[in-house]
Nanobody, 124 residues
Framework: QVELVESGGGSVQAGGSLRLSCQMPVSIFNTYQMAWFRQAPGKEREGVAAIFSRGTTAYAASVKGRFTISKDNTQKILYLQMDSLKAEDTAIYHC??????????????????WGQGAQVTVSS
């Protein structure tokens, strides 16, 4: 099992910005596929953004142009920069990793290791 340690999150007003971080082991950083998911109360977990081992990225339509996924190869940290936040972005955010993606990147079932979650609250 892979240990993923999240940090960041918090409360912000609509239009503001937050950044999430996910520290992960050196052994997987360059070979695993990484993603951020979120789960709002009463809703299913949804894929927000992914970054693949070759560096390409993918985003959910609801966050494209506002969120940026990136990784620091030196510090072995995955980031999610969230700008122009909206009330509907309020959720618990989790980082997740998998060695191979067999289906769609945004399917939570395809990821075996998860961070503990970080609360993001956006007030309107």
């Amino acid at each position: 099992q892979v240990e993923l340690v999240e940090s960041g999150g918090g409360s912000v007003q609509a239009g503001g910005s937050l950044r999430l971080s996910c520290q992960m082991p050196v052994s997987i950083f360059n070979t695993y596929q990484m993603a951020w998911f979120r789960q709002a109360p009463g809703k299913e977990r949804e894929g927000v953004a992914a970054i693949f081992s070759r560096g390409t990225t993918a985003y959910a339509a609801s966050v494209k142009g506002r969120f940026t996924i990136s990784k620091d190869n030196t510090q072995k940290i995955l980031y999610l920069q969230m700008d122009s936040l909206k009330a509907e972005d309020t959720a618990i955010y989790h980082c997740a990793v998998t060695r191979w993606i067999w289906g769609q990147w945004h399917e939570a079932g395809g990821y075996g290791d998860w961070g503990q979650g970080a609360q993001v609250t956006v007030s309107s």
